[in-house]
Nanobody, 115 residues
Framework: QVQLVESGGGLVQAGGSLRLSCAASGSIGSITFMGWYRQAPGKQRELVESIIVGSITTYADYVKGRFTISRDNAKNTVYLQMNSLKPEDTAVYYC?????????WGQGTQVTVSS
């Protein structure tokens, strides 16, 4: 059984920073993809930033220069450093991973940015 456990969400003022963490546990083997999605109220879930085999990353335009994804392979953990946060970044952030061809999701962590 694979589990993704997120942490690091919370309430922050505009311009502030948060760091999200997502640790994968269980029968993992090789993780080919890890990423962060977010879903704001009334909106579809969208990809924020991802990292695949090696260190190839993709990111949404609206986080360019503000968010950075990184991965610790030894700990099976992915991080999302979020700087210069804006109220429109308010959402539930979900960690995702592709492990042995199967897509897994974390439970989500709330990020709220006040103006």
């Amino acid at each position: 059984q694979v589990q993704l456990v997120e942490s690091g969400g919370g309430l922050v003022q505009a311009g502030g920073s948060l760091r999200l963490s997502c640790a994968a546990s269980g029968s993992i083997g090789s993780i080919t993809f890890m990423g962060w999605y977010r879903q704001a109220p009334g909106k579809q879930r969208e990809l924020v930033e991802s990292i695949i085999v090696g260190s190839i990353t993709t990111y949404a335009d609206y986080v360019k220069g503000r968010f950075t994804i990184s991965r610790d392979n030894a700990k099976n953990t992915v991080y999302l450093q979020m700087n210069s946060l804006k109220p429109e970044d308010t959402a539930v952030y979900y960690c995702a991973a592709i492990i042995r061809g199967t897509y897994y999701w974390g439970q989500g962590t709330q990020v709220t940015v006040s103006s």
